[in-house]
C-alpha cells in the first residue's frame, strides 16, 4: 500500500495542526514529519522547545526532523529526541531558506565536502536506538547536479544507515518554480530499488494539491512507496482522507458502494477547533503567527481568500480572527461549507 506522509514545514507542522489533519482526515496519513527542530537551540535549552517535541495526536506516527550546520549537535539532540519515540529521525537536506544554507544546514549538507556529510549521518545513526528509522529529505542539489553524483550520494547515505529517502526533485534554486524534475526522481528511485530492493523506501513530494495530480506524480514516478503533501494539506487538512479513501476504492471497486457519501466540511467549525488546537498546543506567543502562517493557505479555499487573509493580518488576536471568518460567512453563507477534495 502507498504511504501518505504530511510534509515538515516550519512554523506548520506542530501537534495543533496535525490534530485538525487528523480529526478531517481520520486514520489517512501514514507519517506526519514535524517542522524542522534546530538541535543547537534544542540541546540549549531553549524556553519554546517543550513545544516542538509534542508528538501528538498520533505519537507513533511522527518523524522528528532535525536541522544544523554541526554534525556533534545533530547527534546528541537525535539521541535525546529518538528516545521520545516516534518512527524515526529526519534530516533536512532540502531547506533553501538562506539563513539556513547559510549555517551550513539544509541544502548545504548535500553541498559541501561529502566526507562532512557521511560523518554526520554516521554520528546521527550511531547516537539513536536501532528500532529508529533514520531518514533524510532532500532536494536534486545545485543548478549543475547530475545524476550519477545524486546516486552516488544517495549509495552514501544508505550505507550510513539511512532507510527512508524524500525527495522534493527541484533544484536549490527552482524554490517552488518551474515543473519538479519527475523523470530524474523515477530515475534515481529505480537505481535504488534496483541496488537495495525493498530494504530502502523512497517517496516523493511536490505539487500534489489533489487526488489527480497524485494519480500524475505516481504515473511518472512508478517506483515511489510513498506521497508527501505540504501545502496542500494546510489549505485543505481533509486531503489526505480523501486520497486514502480514493486508493481504497481503486483497490477494491465493491469499498465504494459500502460508504456513505461525505460531507462537506463546516470550515467556520474548522477555524474554531484550529484555533483551540493552537492555544492548547503552542505557546502563547506564538499563537498569531502561527495562526497567520495557517490562514495564509487556508484562506485559498475561498472566493475572496485575499480579502479574508487581509482581515486575518489585521486581526489583534483569535478572536478577532474567528469574528473575521463569522462576519465573511454572514455575507457569503454559501462560501461555509467545503467540498472535499
Ligand atoms: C512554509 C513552509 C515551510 C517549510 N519548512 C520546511 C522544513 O522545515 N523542512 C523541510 O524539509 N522542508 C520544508 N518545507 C518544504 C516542504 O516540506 C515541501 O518539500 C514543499 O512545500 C513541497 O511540497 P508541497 O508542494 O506539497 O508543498 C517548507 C515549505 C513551506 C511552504
Same mark, same amino acid.
Given at each position: 500500500m502507498l504511504k501518505l506522509l504530511f510534509a515538515p514545514m516550519a512554523t506548520l507542522s506542530h501537534e495543533?495542526?496535525?490534530?485538525?489533519? +487528523?480529526?478531517?482526515?481520520?486514520?489517512?496519513?501514514?507519517?506526519?514529519?514535524?517542522? #524542522?527542530?534546530? =538541535?543547537t537551540t534544542f540541546i540549549g535549552g531553549g524556553k519554546f522547545e517543550q513545544f516542538y517535541v509534542r508528538s501528538g495526536p498520533c505519537? +507513533?506516527?511522527?518523524?522528528?526532523?532535525?536541522?544544523?550546520?554541526?554534525?556533534?549537535? #545533530?547527534?546528541? =539532540?537525535?539521541?535525546?529526541?529518538g528516545a521520545l519515540g516516534g518512527i524515526g529521525i529526519d534530516i533536512n537536506m532540502g531547506c533553501c531558506a538562506p539563513e539556513i544554507v547559510k549555517q551550513g544546514a539544509g541544502i548545504s549538507w548535500m553541498l559541501k565536502d561529502k566526507s562532512e556529510t557521511?560523518?554526520?549521518?554516521?554520528?546521527?545513526?550511531?547516537?539513536?536506538?536501532?528500532?529508529?528509522?533514520?531518514?533524510?529529505?532532500?532536494r536534486l542539489g545545485d543548478e549543475n547536479y547530475n545524476m550519477k553524483d545524486l546516486c552516488n550520494f544517495v549509495d552514501m547515505l544508505i550505507f550510513e544507515g539511512t532507510t527512508q529517502i524524500v525527495l522534493h526533485p527541484r533544484t536549490r534554486k527552482s524554490k517552488f518554480r518551474y515543473q519538479p524534475h519527475w523523470q530524474n526522481a523515477e530515475y534515481l528511485f529505480e537505481y535504488v530499488e534496483k541496488k537495495y530492493n525493498n530494504s530502502v523506501?523512497?517517496?516523493?513530494?511536490?505539487?500534489?494539491?489533489?487526488?489527480?495530480?497524485?494519480?500524475?506524480?505516481?504515473?511518472a514516478v512508478i517506483k515511489s512507496k510513498g506521497f508527501m503533501i505540504g501545502r496542500a494539506a494546510v489549505q485543505k487538512p481533509w486531503i489526505f482522507g480523501v486520497i486514502?479513501?480514493?486508493?481504497?476504492e481503486e483497490k477494491d471497486s465493491d469499498f465504494v458502494h459500502s460508504q456513505k457519501k461525505a460531507e462537506n466540511i463546516d470550515s467556520l467549525e474548522l477555524v474554531c477547533e484550529f484555533l483551540d488546537?493552537?492555544?492548547?498546543?503552542?505557546?502563547?506567543?506564538?499563537?498569531?503567527?502561527?495562526?497567520k502562517r495557517f490562514f495564509a493557505y487556508f484562506c485559498k479555499n475561498f472566493e475572496f481568500?485575499?480579502?479574508?487573509?487581509?482581515?486575518?493580518?489585521n486581526a489583534k488576536d483569535l478572536n478577532k480572527m474567528k469574528k473575521v471568518f463569522e462576519s465573511y460567512f454572514e455575507k457569503m453563507p454559501n462560501e461555509r461549507f467545503l467540498y472535499r477534495c
Amino acid at each position: 500500500m502507498l504511504k501518505l506522509l504530511f510534509a515538515p514545514m516550519a512554523t506548520l507542522s506542530h501537534e495543533a495542526l496535525r490534530r485538525t489533519i +487528523e480529526h478531517y482526515s481520520p486514520n489517512a496519513c501514514d507519517e506526519y514529519y514535524t517542522e #524542522m527542530i534546530q =538541535a543547537t537551540t534544542f540541546i540549549g535549552g531553549g524556553k519554546f522547545e517543550q513545544f516542538y517535541v509534542r508528538s501528538g495526536p498520533c505519537p +507513533e506516527k511522527i518523524v522528528w526532523q532535525l536541522t544544523c550546520g554541526k554534525a556533534e549537535p #545533530m547527534a546528541e =539532540a537525535a539521541k535525546i529526541i529518538g528516545a521520545l519515540g516516534g518512527i524515526g529521525i529526519d534530516i533536512n537536506m532540502g531547506c533553501c531558506a538562506p539563513e539556513i544554507v547559510k549555517q551550513g544546514a539544509g541544502i548545504s549538507w548535500m553541498l559541501k565536502d561529502k566526507s562532512e556529510t557521511e560523518q554526520m549521518i554516521r554520528m546521527v545513526k550511531k547516537a539513536i536506538n536501532k528500532n529508529m528509522r533514520l531518514s533524510v529529505k532532500m532536494r536534486l542539489g545545485d543548478e549543475n547536479y547530475n545524476m550519477k553524483d545524486l546516486c552516488n550520494f544517495v549509495d552514501m547515505l544508505i550505507f550510513e544507515g539511512t532507510t527512508q529517502i524524500v525527495l522534493h526533485p527541484r533544484t536549490r534554486k527552482s524554490k517552488f518554480r518551474y515543473q519538479p524534475h519527475w523523470q530524474n526522481a523515477e530515475y534515481l528511485f529505480e537505481y535504488v530499488e534496483k541496488k537495495y530492493n525493498n530494504s530502502v523506501e523512497c517517496c516523493i513530494n511536490g505539487d500534489i494539491v489533489d487526488f489527480q495530480s497524485l494519480c500524475n506524480v505516481r504515473k511518472a514516478v512508478i517506483k515511489s512507496k510513498g506521497f508527501m503533501i505540504g501545502r496542500a494539506a494546510v489549505q485543505k487538512p481533509w486531503i489526505f482522507g480523501v486520497i486514502a479513501q480514493k486508493l481504497k476504492e481503486e483497490k477494491d471497486s465493491d469499498f465504494v458502494h459500502s460508504q456513505k457519501k461525505a460531507e462537506n466540511i463546516d470550515s467556520l467549525e474548522l477555524v474554531c477547533e484550529f484555533l483551540d488546537n493552537l492555544t492548547e498546543c503552542q505557546p502563547e506567543e506564538f499563537w498569531i503567527s502561527r495562526a497567520k502562517r495557517f490562514f495564509a493557505y487556508f484562506c485559498k479555499n475561498f472566493e475572496f481568500g485575499h480579502y479574508l487573509e487581509t482581515q486575518i493580518n489585521n486581526a489583534k488576536d483569535l478572536n478577532k480572527m474567528k469574528k473575521v471568518f463569522e462576519s465573511y460567512f454572514e455575507k457569503m453563507p454559501n462560501e461555509r461549507f467545503l467540498y472535499r477534495c
